[in-house]
C-alpha cells in the first residue's frame, strides 16, 4: 500500500518513518533540503517537491495513495485539508489550523473521504480519550485534560524548555482560554485558575487552563470541561510578570529609540535560553492525564488515563514529537485497514465510541513504547 505524508518538518518526519514500516511512503514538502535529509535519514522514502497549498500539483502526487497523513504550519492547514479532500483521499492531519475543521464536513462526504483532523497526542489522544470517557457514561459531570511537553527536569532560570516555536508558547500565554462551566462556555485569561497537582511519575506540577478543548465543546456534553496545560512549579509567575512588562505584546512600540514589536524581541531573547539541546544532556518529557467522571445508572465513576513519556536515546526524538508523530500514524493505520468507515471530518472524539479501534489504538501505542494507563473508579449508588 502507498501513503503520503504532506509536510517534512519535525513530526512529519517521524508519520514519515513509522508510517514506512507498512507502507511505500512519499515526503512532500517545499523545501528540496529538509526532503535530502529526510531520504539520508531513511532511504525507503520517496519525496516529491511541492507546496501544500498547490492543489493541482498535490492531485498529481496523491492520485494513487491509499492514505494521506499530513502536519503543515496552521496557517497552510485548511488549504492542505481541502485539496486533499478534493483529491478524493483519505487524511490523519496534525495540523493545528485556526479554522474550524468540520466545515469541511459536507465536502469529505461529496468525495467520500473519511478526514481525521487534530489527531496529535493533544489534540488527539486526548480528544480521543475524553470521548472514550463521555462513550462509558450516561451522564459526563467533570471532563479535565491535564498535559505538558516539559524538561525531565527544571532548568533554570525558567523551569522550561522547548522543542518547538517560543512564538507559540507565548501565544498560548497571551490567548484566552475557553472552557466549560455548568454546561455553558466561560472564558479566562491566559493562564488563569493557577494550581499545584501531583501527578504520577513526576510530583507537583503547576497546571493552567489553555485554550485547547476546540472541537470537544461542541462535540462532548459535560457539565465541566477544562484543557490545563502543565508545567515546573514557578515557571507562570515569570511569565506572568513578563506579560505584565508588555514584553508578549504585537503591536509595534518604541524601545530603546526604535520602533519594534516586544513579541519578537521576547522570542528572539526567550528561544535561545528555552531551546533543548540533547548534546548537553536536555531531555523531555510528556505528561498528560485525561479524567472524565459522571454517572452511569446510579453509580458515579471515574475514568483516567495517565501518560508519561521520555526522550528516546535509540531514535534521538524528543518525546512530544514521538507521542504526536506515533498516535497520528497509528490512525492512519486504522483508517486504510478499514477500522474507520465512516465518512466526513470527524474529530477523534467522535471515533471513541468503537471497542474495536480503542482497543487496536491502546496497543499499537504500545507497541511503540507509549503506554496510557487506564484506572476505573466506582462509587456505588452515589445518585
Same mark, same amino acid.
Given at each position: 500500500?502507498?501513503?503520503?505524508?504532506?509536510?517534512?518538518?519535525?513530526?512529519?518526519?517521524?508519520?514519515?518513518?513509522?508510517?514506512?514500516?507498512?507502507?511505500?511512503?512519499?515526503?512532500?514538502?517545499?523545501?528540496?533540503?529538509?526532503?535530502?535529509?529526510?531520504?539520508?535519514?531513511?532511504?525507503?522514502?520517496?519525496?516529491?517537491?511541492?507546496?501544500?497549498?498547490? $492543489?493541482?500539483? =498535490?492531485?498529481?502526487?496523491? *492520485?494513487? #495513495?491509499? %492514505?494521506?497523513?499530513? +502536519?503543515? /504550519?496552521?496557517?497552510?492547514?485548511?488549504?492542505?485539508?481541502?485539496?486533499?479532500?478534493?483529491?478524493?483521499?483519505?487524511?490523519?492531519?496534525?495540523?493545528?489550523?485556526?479554522?474550524?475543521?468540520?466545515?469541511?464536513?459536507?465536502?469529505?462526504?461529496?468525495?467520500?473521504?473519511?478526514?481525521?483532523?487534530?489527531?496529535?497526542?493533544?489534540?488527539?489522544?486526548?480528544?480521543?480519550?475524553?470521548?472514550? $470517557?463521555?462513550? =462509558?457514561?450516561?451522564?459526563? *459531570?467533570? #471532563?479535565? %485534560?491535564?498535559?505538558? +511537553?516539559? /524538561?525531565?527536569?527544571?532548568?533554570?532560570?525558567?523551569?522550561?524548555?522547548?522543542?518547538?516555536?517560543?512564538?507559540?508558547?507565548?501565544?498560548?500565554?497571551?490567548?484566552?482560554?475557553?472552557?466549560?462551566?455548568?454546561?455553558?462556555?466561560?472564558?479566562?485569561?491566559?493562564?488563569?485558575?493557577?494550581?499545584?497537582?501531583?501527578?504520577?511519575?513526576?510530583?507537583?506540577?503547576?497546571?493552567?487552563?489553555?485554550?485547547?478543548?476546540?472541537?470537544?465543546?461542541?462535540?462532548?456534553?459535560?457539565?465541566?470541561?477544562?484543557?490545563?496545560?502543565?508545567?515546573?512549579?514557578?515557571?507562570?509567575?515569570?511569565?506572568?510578570?513578563?506579560?505584565?512588562?508588555?514584553?508578549?505584546?504585537?503591536?509595534?512600540?518604541?524601545?530603546?529609540?526604535?520602533?519594534?514589536?516586544?513579541?519578537?524581541?521576547?522570542?528572539?531573547?526567550?528561544?535561545?535560553?528555552?531551546?533543548?539541546?540533547?548534546?548537553?544532556?536536555?531531555?523531555?518529557?510528556?505528561?498528560?492525564?485525561?479524567?472524565?467522571?459522571?454517572?452511569?445508572?446510579?453509580?458515579?465513576?471515574?475514568?483516567?488515563?495517565?501518560?508519561?513519556?521520555?526522550?528516546?536515546?535509540?531514535?534521538?526524538?524528543?518525546?512530544?514529537?514521538?507521542?504526536?508523530?506515533?498516535?497520528?500514524?497509528?490512525?492512519?493505520?486504522?483508517?486504510?485497514?478499514?477500522?474507520?468507515?465512516?465518512?466526513?471530518?470527524?474529530?477523534?472524539?467522535?471515533?471513541?465510541?468503537?471497542?474495536?479501534?480503542?482497543?487496536?489504538?491502546?496497543?499499537?501505542?504500545?507497541?511503540?513504547?507509549?503506554?496510557?494507563?487506564?484506572?476505573?473508579?466506582?462509587?456505588?449508588?452515589?445518585?
Amino acid at each position: 500500500m502507498k501513503s503520503v505524508q504532506i509536510g517534512a518538518g519535525l513530526v512529519g518526519n517521524i508519520i514519515a518513518d513509522d508510517m514506512s514500516r507498512d507502507f511505500a511512503v512519499t515526503l512532500v514538502d517545499l523545501d528540496g533540503g529538509k526532503l535530502a535529509k529526510a531520504a539520508e535519514n531513511n532511504p525507503k522514502l520517496k519525496t516529491a517537491v511541492c507546496s501544500c497549498t498547490d $492543489g493541482d500539483s =498535490l492531485r498529481l502526487i496523491l *492520485e494513487d #495513495a491509499d %492514505i494521506v497523513t499530513a +502536519g503543515v /504550519p496552521g496557517r497552510f492547514g485548511r488549504s492542505m485539508m481541502e485539496a486533499v479532500i478534493r483529491s478524493g483521499r483519505n487524511l490523519c492531519d496534525i495540523s493545528f489550523m485556526p479554522e474550524d475543521f468540520e466545515e469541511l464536513d459536507g465536502l469529505a462526504k461529496e468525495h467520500g473521504v473519511t478526514v481525521i483532523p487534530d489527531i496529535g497526542v493533544a489534540p488527539g489522544m486526548s480528544n480521543f480519550l475524553m470521548g472514550r $470517557g463521555a462513550h =462509558l457514561l450516561d451522564e459526563v *459531570e467533570n #471532563a479535565i %485534560i491535564y498535559v505538558g +511537553g516539559i /524538561p525531565e527536569k527544571p532548568v533554570p532560570p525558567f523551569n522550561y524548555q522547548i522543542t518547538w516555536s517560543a512564538a507559540d508558547v507565548i501565544e498560548e500565554y497571551t490567548r484566552p482560554a475557553r472552557y466549560i462551566k455548568d454546561y455553558s462556555q466561560a472564558v479566562i485569561e491566559a493562564m488563569g485558575d493557577l494550581d499545584l497537582k501531583e501527578f504520577p511519575k513526576v510530583g507537583a506540577l503547576e497546571t493552567f487552563i489553555t485554550d485547547g478543548l476546540r472541537s470537544l465543546m461542541k462535540n462532548i456534553k459535560a457539565r465541566n470541561m477544562q484543557e490545563r496545560t502543565m508545567r515546573w512549579p514557578g515557571h507562570v509567575e515569570q511569565m506572568r510578570l513578563l506579560r505584565e512588562m508588555g514584553l508578549f505584546d504585537e503591536n509595534k512600540r518604541k524601545l530603546g529609540g526604535a520602533d519594534v514589536v516586544p513579541r519578537d524581541i521576547a522570542c528572539d531573547l526567550l528561544f535561545p535560553m528555552w531551546k533543548m539541546d540533547p548534546d548537553k544532556g536536555d531531555r523531555d518529557i510528556t505528561v498528560m492525564q485525561v479524567k472524565v467522571e459522571g454517572y452511569k445508572g446510579n453509580d458515579f465513576v471515574t475514568y483516567t488515563w495517565d501518560l508519561w513519556d521520555r526522550f528516546d536515546e535509540k531514535t534521538w526524538r524528543n518525546s512530544m514529537g514521538r507521542c504526536t508523530g506515533m498516535t497520528c500514524s497509528i490512525f492512519a493505520h486504522a483508517l486504510a485497514s478499514g477500522l474507520i468507515s465512516e465518512k466526513g471530518v470527524l474529530a477523534p472524539e467522535k471515533l471513541a465510541g468503537s471497542d474495536d479501534l480503542y482497543e487496536f489504538v491502546m496497543a499499537e501505542q504500545k507497541k511503540r513504547g507509549i503506554n496510557y494507563v487506564e484506572s476505573v473508579k466506582i462509587v456505588k449508588d452515589a445518585k
